[in-house]
């Protein structure tokens, strides 16, 4: 009902212009989006850098409707790297993209066209010297957006993939993506998915995540533990001592505006600390989206705004 209701809220022109007047909305969206403009995210970059945190950037947009959108968000990446390199900040600032931003649920030829774009950043990506990591969508996605990236990584290997810890093929992804030198980001997941093949308790949730971290840790890859969780950062932390892994072999990622406290303490005891930080003009459809997917979020997000620690 929730659900329902946030949906077709996101999108409405008329339920839209009075949310984005909505000062309480602002307020919020201020805190979790660095802003709409490329600026706005060089700026919001940079002095997280400055902090000790490295970041990854995300243009909002998704539910691309035409090849054309689908090239402008390609276009908006590249502009993007191409100002990180300027700035200086690409050693401490790498891109994350949703492949349905650039194409991949066109109805014709879909698949190529968020390819080819995806490729294209990659192609920014490598000449700016960062990286490019691409976000997960719901499980519908998940064979086609895997088979993307393994087609990618044949010339940029060093592609990040997200892995949802809350569906049950996770742990076997994990052994396939836990090879030398692979970049893979695990959450636990943040879109509304069946019995059939998510997990849906946060205990349930909560192990999965832990088997599938021992899998990444085991590895010889690169893991990128996203969670604000306290328990998955704990046990972070003791499955790279168990498995003798050095800082520089794994890293920590939060959102932006979510346990900064924590982000800086996480920084300042020399781990890597990444924040996903998103910007654009179309932060109302991803905010409502976000809310809509998972209508714990709704909590998520408030919780956030009572608690800065
Ligand atoms: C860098 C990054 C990238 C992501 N990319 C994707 C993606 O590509 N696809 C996808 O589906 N999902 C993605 N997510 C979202 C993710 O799947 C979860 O929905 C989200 O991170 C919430 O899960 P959690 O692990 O933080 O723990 P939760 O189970 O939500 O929370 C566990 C505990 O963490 C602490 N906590 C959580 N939130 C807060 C808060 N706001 N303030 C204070 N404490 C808090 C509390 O102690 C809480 O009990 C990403 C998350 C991050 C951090």
Redesign the pocket.
Known sequence: MLRSALLAASRSPQVRTVVEKFPPTHAIVERFVAGEALDDAVTACDDLVATGRKV?LDHLGEDTQDAAQAAGTAEAYEHLLTALKETGLAAGAEV?V?LSAVGQFLPVDGEKIALENARRICAAAADAGTTV??????HTTTDSTLAIARELRADFPWLGV?L???LRRTEADCREFAGAGSRV?L?????KEPESVAFQG?HE??LA?VRALKVLMAGEGYP?I???????IKIAGQLAQWNGRKRDSFEY???F???PE?QLRLAGEGNTM???LPYGQEWYGYFMRRLA??P??LT??L??M????
Do not use: W
């Not at 990591?133 to 719901?138: A, G, H, N, R, V």
């Not at 996203?226 to 998955?232: E, G, Q, T, V, Y």
């Open positions: 990854t994350s949703k990591t691409l976000d997960m969508e719901d997200v949802q810890a809350y980001r959450c636990k997941g943040a879109y946060k949730v909560d995540y990128m996203a969670s604000h969780d306290p328990n998955m990622q939060m959102l505006g979510i346990r924590e990444r924040v996903y997917e998972r714990a979020n998520f997000f919780r956030a009572a608690t800065r620690g």
